[in-house]
T-cell receptor, first 114, second 114 residues
């Protein structure tokens, strides 16, 4: 595997389900990001992890719970979601050396909440 | 406030015609600028980036962009568009920070007519 991978690619879940999205980066980066992309809206940054510590949480509802067990893996745990949470969830990674950020994106997970 | 504006939501060009996608930014520090492309159902792929130096930067797939500090712009150009260029294009700005956060524009959807 190369680059940034995300699984599953598609997920349909009910509002009472619990599921997790997985992201893995094979680039040796030290920062990882979750974005939400809804139709007709700009990319929304949800969480930022730098060196496995959460450094940014952009007022995301608690029904979204991120986890970064190591620098290569990032999870987004989902529970009690709402239909408006249906979107494409994108993971990205970058190498924060000099602070210049070039993010590499995964293909995304298309989430549908029924 | 930090922001990125892509004034054109949709653009349609004929195959073989030239293309220019506009991007204006507002950023308080030295900006690092990026253009990404997203094909349907896919993640974002980096086309090109500007950090410093020559204000005309070359990217992949025959794209180029010019940084104009006086106009706070970073427009993307291609001399001859191919049908495979149909996609959504995002301009983003970032700076030196401990999170590597990027601010994205709303995107421009490019349609290519045969």
């Amino acid at each position: 595997e190369t680059g940034v991978t995300q699984t599953p690619r598609h997920l349909v879940m009910g509002m009472t389900n619990k599921k997790s999205l997985k992201c893995e980066q094979h680039l040796g980066h030290n920062a990882m990001y979750w974005y939400k992309q809804s139709a007709k809206k700009p990319l929304e940054l949800m969480f930022v992890y730098s060196l496995e510590e959460r450094v940014e949480n952009n007022s995301v509802p608690s029904r979204f719970s991120p986890e970064c067990p190591n620098s290569s893996h990032l999870f987004l745990h989902l529970h009690t979601l709402q239909p408006e949470d249906s979107a494409l969830y994108l993971c990205a990674s970058s190498q924060l050396t000099s602070g210049i950020n070039e993010q590499f994106f995964g293909p995304g997970t298309r989430l549908t909440v029924l | 406030a930090q922001s990125v504006t892509q004034p054109d939501i949709h653009i349609t060009v004929s195959e073989g015609a030239s293309l220019e996608l506009r991007c204006n930014y507002s950023y308080g520090a030295t900006p690092y600028l990026f253009w990404y492309v997203q094909s349907p159902g896919q993640g974002l792929q980096l086309l090109l980036k500007y950090f410093s130096g020559d204000t005309l930067v070359q990217g992949i797939k025959g794209f180029e962009a010019e940084f104009k500090r006086s106009q706070s712009s970073f427009n993307l150009r291609k001399p001859s568009v191919h049908w495979s260029d149909a996609a959504e294009y995002f301009c983003a700005v970032g700076g030196s920070s401990n999170t590597g956060k990027l601010i994205f524009g709303q995107g421009t959807t490019l349609q290519v007519k045969p």
